[in-house]
C-alpha cells in the first residue's frame, strides 16, 4: 500500500513537472488563453499532490505509533516474564548469565 502511494505521488510529482517545463517552454510562442489554462492545470495538479502528499504522511504517522505502541507492548510483556522469571529462578538466572558472559569474554578474547 505505502508503495502504491509512493509510486501515484512520484507519477504525480513528474506529471506536475512536465507541466511546468511545457508552460515554462512555451509561454511565450503560446496564446495569453493557453498559458492560463497551463497554469491552472498545473495548480489543480499541485493542490491535488499536496493533498495527497498530507494523506499519505498521516497515514503514514498512525501506522508508526501503532508499531510503537505494538513494539512498546511486546518488550513491556517480555521484560515483565524475564522480570518474574528472575525472581522465581535466581540462581538459575545466576548461571544463565555466567554463562552467556563466559561465551561472550571467550569470542571477545579471540579477536
Known amino acids: 500500500m505505502a508503495k502504491a502511494t509512493e509510486n501515484d505521488l512520484q507519477k504525480e510529482l513528474k506529471l506536475i513537472a512536465d507541466t511546468l517545463e511545457e508552460l515554462l517552454q512555451n509561454s511565450s510562442d503560446k496564446p495569453k488563453a493557453e498559458v492560463e489554462k497551463l497554469k491552472a492545470k498545473a495548480e489543480d495538479m499541485l493542490k491535488n499532490t499536496r493533498t495527497k502528499l498530507a494523506n499519505a504522511t498521516e497515514k503514514l504517522s498512525e501506522a508508526l505509533h501503532h508499531t510503537e505502541e505494538t513494539v512498546t507492548a511486546k518488550a513491556q ?7 518474574e522469571y528472575v525472581q522465581k529462578n535466581p540462581w538459575t538466572s545466576v548461571g544463565i548469565g555466567a554463562a552467556v558472559g563466559l561465551v561472550l ?5 579471540k579477536r
Open 77 to 83: 510483556h517480555v521484560s515483565d516474564s524475564t522480570n
Open 105 to 109: 569474554g571467550v569470542l571477545l578474547s
